[in-house]
């Protein structure tokens, strides 16, 4: 593949960044709640795009709570916090570096308090098959990247607390740490904590001692939430934590008809 096709493959499809800017305006407030947006061809204008392209943004921001789709009226703006759509804070993720830090300590800190529970719950109820599915990955399979191995130790022992919503849950913060994983494993010693966790967690789970599991992943998830934000402080002045679309400054004219 050249460099040509790498680069088209990485561009933000027309859509995208139609999301992207006027994600951007409603999360700032600059398109306050409740007001109505602008007509689908001036948005179109705006953006060069077609109205197509328009609707299936519109489409995908009602999808996520924030706005509110009227069939011959128009849409209106929605206060985000009032989404139900876990997928709401994702899209927050990258809005700008600000709410990208804001969002990414809110989800280290919800799996902080949420994670040990899962652990003591997968030490009470896990079956023969999820701990020998646990062992295989916390012990032997060094083929994997240490990332990909702590991904799939977090999703065992989800499965293994026999909870929907938590296994929903443990899902979800797999697509976050999918993309600032690394900011924790470039460091060594971040990796052997990792492996140490591995280790001791499959074996509290083993011999389902539901307090000790409890207390091993609350302990591996401070660390690694301190880890992950030292990091992050180092590098401030290197750039955004993760690339985000871009966004069309034109007149605001074109976003809202207040």
Not at 143 to 160: F, M, N, P, W
Not at 200 to 220: C, F, L, P, S
Request: net charge negative; glycine share 4%; proline share 2%.
């Amino acid at each position: 593949m050249t460099n040509d096709h790498l680069i088209a493959a990485k561009r933000p499809r027309a859509h995208e960044q139609v999301i992207h800017a006027l994600l951007q305006r409603i999360i700032r407030g600059e398109l306050p709640v409740g007001s109505k947006l602008a007509t689908e061809r001036a948005m179109a204008a705006a953006f060069q795009v077609n109205r197509a392209t328009v609707r299936e943004a519109l489409r995908y921001l009602e999808h996520l709570d924030l706005v509110t789709i009227r069939q011959g009226d128009g849409a209106y703006v929605r206060n985000f916090l009032d989404s139900r759509n876990p997928e709401t804070a994702k899209a927050l993720m990258h809005v700008d570096d600000a709410m990208r830090h804001e969002i990414l300590c809110a989800i280290l800190e919800v799996r902080r308090i949420n994670s040990p529970e899962v652990a003591h719950a997968a030490a009470l109820k896990r079956s023969p098959d999820h701990l020998a599915q646990l062992r295989e990955v916390a012990l032997d399979r060094r083929d994997l990247s240490i990332l990909e191995r702590d991904k799939r130790v977090h999703h065992l022992i989800g499965l293994a607390s026999d909870n929907i919503v938590q296994i929903l849950m443990t899902n979800f913060y797999e697509d976050f740490f999918y993309e600032f994983g690394h900011l924790y494993f470039e460091n060594s010693t971040n990796i052997t904590r990792s492996e140490a966790f591995h280790q001791d967690i499959y074996h509290a789970i083993r011999e389902q001692n539901a307090g000790v599991a409890r207390d091993i992943m609350r302990d591996v998830l401070q660390y690694a939430e301190h880890a992950i934000l030292a990091e992050i402080d180092r590098n401030a002045e290197t750039g955004p934590i993760s690339a985000s679309g871009t966004s069309n400054t034109r007149n605001g004219a074109y976003w809202s008809n207040q």
